[in-house]
């Protein structure tokens, strides 16, 4: 950026938010220029954290006269390079926009500004709401409510709901221009309880990754929290029996939560709960008798009958299907239901790294893609870290292979780019369609799309953000 | 400890933002982070600077940056909340990045201030040695420096110095009588512990202070060593067995001994001192000694104290808000200090207290000040001061 037009930015911005909250200091900017992954790092030119709605819009209106990038950043925690402000420009630090504005106990739904993180939405409904409940993703806990919903996140809730960008109910967004809409119920009423019957406009915003506008405001869907749960556990030999598996318990409809984890993963994971260091390099084979996979699904019930019940069903459908496999389950254990993963993460990344190829695809195609992508982990010489989430009732499936790696050894980050590349490939080829899908995807997939879906991408962007500001360079837009 | 020693952990930190914030109470941990927001300023954003100075990327010559590295008041959450192997290595880093920036000669004048003090006068306050046993001048109190006393008691530089604290050291001496003990003072002869030295990277200053306390208790002959200060008790218990020179003597904090004295019955409180009072853990008695840290000590003296009521915040023990004063914090940025102080003062008073207790004269002097400064209806107590009101 030039000098003379930073200089008079950073005079309007200190007027704006005031001068404690710009930063142009090198430290900032170079935390703010990469993340936890290998994207390649790119310096913003300024960090700002404004507080308010209006101060968002003044820089919006500021930046968009300038044509001047705008990154909206809460915790930089999506895996996937997406804060990572590709032209530099203004990094959007929203941290400070953290309120919880309403909580409506009969329409059930919370209102939340963007900073408002799982941790501190987990805390207030267990204080305030008791008997409601919110979603949790396995990401830390400082991670952002609203941002998880933009990136179409999976979490504990997603086998009854889909992803997080399913259960918004309501937007308010300020526009590049520095407009500011409103999106479902809330735009012509005081409630905030559905997007239908509008047209469903929140889908020029969701899954954008920041490229369309900032959201200022959402109203989020939460649920009852019944008292008693409980999670099953299945531990079969073999890939093919937790194909098996998986399909017989998505048929009962009964879990949240369907999930299932290479069983080293899950090895590593139980270590690091323990507290102790279980290293995932040189990689970590299956010993013995040791099973494949482990499948878990998470339970609730409103009485002890109930969840038994729940349980027994269970226990029935997969007798019934998985003859023919070797397994063990089901135990029974207590509920993670909204752990966070903040003991596991010495294994997860105790490097400065991680990484993955997520995906959401087919449960068709299920079986073929993790056979093969963690065949590809065996061949890098890689723990297969394996991990899935069984979408919306069996709909779709999350996919994806978890890579901590240590930063500090190029060969490492060599060899897991190199898997990442060919991990890519595999999914593309079975129709699983990266999800907080990172440049490098961006641009794989749209080789893979037809041109008149590039037209059409092009053309809401370009409408959307006509100075192409905002997260310049991925969804809609390469980078110039 | 220097940057290049600590090569091992420089890339643990996934910036994975867990230690912002309280672990399963999801209430904020770093008071840095909290007040300044910037990423910089949070521990991962600590750990970030020190790879990238690590790294050549950058620069401890920018004030900026170094002002990111010393708003840290050391309180060590942030340890206490990652669950990464490198977590017990954070502040050892912030240090490093110190120690380093002062190597460079790239130094902080509030701090030079102090160490030239400290050069001077043994002490962190800019004040003449000569008057540091001014607080204890009218008591009747043996000098251990000339006469073999089974206990010294120390006050530290704070407790010497701050003519507003002076009610602290004398209500622990007080204390002592009651219960019979055999204590003495150092009087003028007392010297800085170099704990504050140490935290904002003066290394050598700290070996020196060090080297001269231990000796000199050594040869002493008494067998225990009391103080109130929680800084200078951590820096004794954690910081000198690094010197690996033998300590031929115990080191108790006050609320540790009155606890030992009451349950030894040597000490026995009569008069109602009607209050309801929370407890704030200090940082250098809590998480600075991890597994022995000290919750309990302090808590049973306030329950053995008639008419009292203990009611606790929701960041207590090992997850409680730092007061701010530490690491140099209230020396070279008092608005931070102050700031961090106010926070732990609003959540004290919503638990309907009246006033808070602790057991550090930082602490009690940075709420103080934050009471000044920000006006929450509270009183501030030390330990001593508290349980001397029912002798
Ligand atoms: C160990 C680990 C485990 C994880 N597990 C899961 C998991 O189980 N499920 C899951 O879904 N995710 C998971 N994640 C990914 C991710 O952390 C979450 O999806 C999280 O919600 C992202 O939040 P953030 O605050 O870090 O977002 P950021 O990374 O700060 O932002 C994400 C994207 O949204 C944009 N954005 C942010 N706020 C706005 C706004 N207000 N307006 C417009 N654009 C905006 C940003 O520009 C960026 O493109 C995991 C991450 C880690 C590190
Ligand atoms: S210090 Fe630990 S908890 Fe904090 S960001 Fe780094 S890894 Fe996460
Ligand atoms: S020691 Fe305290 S102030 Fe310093 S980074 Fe850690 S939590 Fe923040």
Request: charged fraction near 25%.
């Amino acid at each position: 950026m030039i000098e003379a037009v930073k200089s008079r930015l950073i005079d309007q911005l200190d007027k704006i938010v005031g001068s404690q909250f710009v930063s142009t200091n090198p430290a900032d900017l170079y935390i703010y220029s990469y993340d936890l992954t290998f994207a390649e790092s790119h310096s913003p030119d300024i960090v700002v954290l404004p507080q308010s709605v209006e101060e968002v819009q003044a820089i919006l209106k500021l930046a968009n006269q300038e044509k001047i990038p705008v990154i909206p950043y809460i915790a930089g925690g999506n895996v996937g390079g997406l804060t990572i402000p590709l032209n530099g420009g203004i990094s959007l630090d929203l941290k400070r926009m953290n309120n919880i504005i309403e909580v409506s106990e009969a329409d059930m739904y919370a209102l939340v500004e963007p900073g408002v993180t799982f941790g501190q939405m987990k805390a207030f409904l267990n204080k305030n709401h008791p008997t409601l409940k919110y979603t949790y993703a396995f990401s830390p806990p400082s991670t952002g409510v609203i941002a998880n919903a933009i990136v179409q996140g999976l979490d504990n809730l997603s086998f009854r709901y889909g992803a997080a960008s399913h259960w918004v109910t309501g937007l308010e967004v300020a526009l590049a221009t520095g407009e500011l809409v409103r999106i479902g119920s809330c735009a012509a009423s005081k409630t905030w309880q559905a997007i239908a019957p509008f047209p469903e406009l929140d889908g020029l915003f969701l899954g954008w990754q920041g490229a369309t506008g900032v959201i200022t405001k959402m109203a989020v869907s939460l649920w009852p929290n019944p008292p008693y749960n409980t999670a099953l556990t299945y531990m079969p030999m073999d890939l093919e029996g937790a194909n098996e598996i998986l399909q017989s318990i998505i048929r009962t409809r009964i879990p949240d939560d369907l999930i299932g984890t290479s069983f080293t993963l899950n090895k590593a994971g139980v270590a690091a709960y323990e507290h102790r260091k279980m290293d995932l390099y040189p990689a970590v084979k299956r010993e013995g008798e040791e099973p494949e996979f482990v499948i878990t699904a998470e339970l609730t019930g409103n009485n002890e009958k109930e969840l038994n019940a729940k349980a027994e069903a269970i226990g029935e459908a997969v007798d019934a299907k998985c003859q023919s496999y070797k397994f063990t389950g089901p135990e029974t254990m207590p509920s993670t239901t909204a752990a966070f993963p903040m003991q596991a993460l010495g294994v997860l990344s105790s490097g400065g790294g991680l990484m993955w190829v997520g995906t959401y695809g087919p449960m068709s195609r299920w079986l073929e893609t993790v056979k093969k992508g963690c065949e590809l982990q065996d061949k890098y010489d890689i723990t297969r870290t394996c991990y899935t989430r069984i979408m919306n009732e069996g709909h779709f499936v999350g996919l994806r292979w978890m890579l901590p790696y240590d930063k500090g050894d190029p060969a490492l980050v060599e060899r897991i780019k190199d898997l990442c590349a060919e991990q890519l490939e595999l999914v593309l080829e079975t129709g699983y369609i990266p999800y907080k899908t990172p440049v490098w995807a961006v641009r794989k997939l749209e080789e893979k799309v037809s041109p008149d879906w590039l037209k059409l991408h092009r053309r809401i962007k370009a409408a959307l953000d006509p100075n192409n500001i905002m997260n310049p360079g991925r969804w809609g837009m390469p980078r110039e | 400890m220097a940057l290049k020693d600590l090569q091992e952990w420089l890339y643990g930190c996934t910036h994975c933002g867990t230690c912002k914030d309280v672990l399963n109470i999801f209430s904020p941990a770093c008071p840095a982070g909290e007040k300044y927001q910037l990423e910089s300023y949070f521990p991962s954003g600590k750990m970030l600077i020190a790879r990238g100075v690590a790294n050549g990327v950058l620069n401890l010559d920018d004030d900026d940056t170094r002002e990111r590295i010393y708003a840290c008041t050391g309180c060590l959450s942030c340890e206490q909340q990652c669950g990464v192997y490198h977590h017990q290595h954070i502040f050892e880093t912030v240090q490093a990045l110190r120690s380093e920036a002062v190597t460079q000669g790239n130094l902080n004048p509030a701090y030079m201030v102090m160490v030239e003090s400290l050069k001077k006068d043994d002490n962190v306050f800019g004040k003449a040695k000569a008057e540091r046993g001014d607080w204890a001048k009218d008591l009747k109190i043996k000098d251990a420096a000339k006469e073999k006393t089974d206990v010294v008691y120390h006050a530290g530089c704070m407790l010497s110095f701050d003519p507003e604290l002076w009610e602290i050291p004398r209500s622990a001496i007080k204390l002592l009588e009651a219960a019979g003990i055999d204590a003495g003072i150092m009087g003028a002869e007392e010297s800085c512990c170099g704990g504050r030295a140490y935290e904002i990277g003066y290394d050598g200053e700290f070996t020196k202070y060090a080297e001269h306390f231990i000796e000199t208790f050594n040869s002493l002959g008494a067998g225990k060593v009391i103080t109130s200060c929680s800084d200078g008790y951590s820096t004794f218990k954690k910081l000198y067995p690094k010197m690996n020179i033998e300590m031929k003597f115990d080191t108790l904090h006050t609320a540790e001994y009155l606890d030992v004295l009451i349950k030894d019955k040597k000490l026995k409180f009569t008069k109602k001192v009607p209050l309801k009072v929370t407890y704030h853990d200090p940082c250098h008695l809590g998480r600075h000694l991890g597994e022995s840290g000290i919750y309990d000590s302090p808590r049973n003296v306030l329950k053995s104290i008639p008419g009292i009521e203990l009611v606790e915040m929701e960041r207590n023990r090992e997850n409680a808000w730092c007061c701010g004063a530490g690491a140099g914090v209230s020396q070279a940025n008092p608005d931070f200090a102050l700031w961090t102080a106010n926070e732990r003062l609003k959540e004290a008073q919503s638990t309907g207290a009246t006033a808070l207790v602790t057991s550090c004269p930082w602490c009690v002097r940075n709420f103080r000040d934050a009471v000044k400064k920000y006006g929450e209806n509270i009183e501030i107590y030390d330990i001593a001061e508290i349980a001397c009101k029912a002798l």
